[in-house]
């Protein structure tokens, strides 16, 4: 079982940076795929950035979003720049055993998600 916790939302003007935190349980966090999602009002959720076998973005972020990976802290961390009001979301923490997956589908564990807004 793998809890994860995230940390970091908040409120942030248009072109402003926001880092967010994603604190995993376990001892198998080294095997693990991390993964970002957000999912905006009245929106499905979608895949945003994931590390695992390699470093994956989505087209609307990459440039602007960096995703990392502490092992010896169990952390992943999403590094947002040059926000967008259309980055609003809760965003959330994902992880599966193995290699990179874009659907959330594929990942069984969540965290509760941060709410992430950006001002115009």
């Known amino acids: 079982q793998v809890q994860l916790v995230e940390s970091g939302g908040g409120l942030v003007q248009a072109g402003g940076s926001l880092r967010l935190s994603c604190a995993a349980s376990g001892r198998t966090f080294t095997t693990y795929a991390m993964g970002w999602f957000r999912q905006a009002p009245g929106k499905e959720r979608e895949f945003v950035?994931?590390?695992?076998?390699?470093?994956?973005?989505?087209?609307?972020?990459?440039?602007?979003?960096?995703?990392?990976?502490?092992?010896?802290?169990?952390?992943?961390?999403?590094?947002?720049?040059?926000?967008?009001?259309?980055?609003?979301?809760?965003?959330?923490?994902?992880?599966?055993?193995?290699?990179?997956?874009?659907?959330?589908?594929?990942?069984?564990?969540?965290?509760?998600?941060?709410?992430?807004?950006?001002s115009s």
């Open 49 to 118: 950035a994931a590390t695992g076998g390699g470093i994956y973005y989505a087209d609307s972020v990459k440039g602007r979003f960096i995703i990392s990976r502490e092992n010896a802290k169990n952390t992943v961390y999403l590094q947002m720049n040059s926000l967008k009001p259309e980055d609003t979301a809760v965003y959330y923490c994902a992880a599966k055993p193995g290699p990179f997956a874009g659907s959330s589908a594929n990942y069984p564990y969540w965290g509760q998600g941060t709410q992430v807004t950006v």
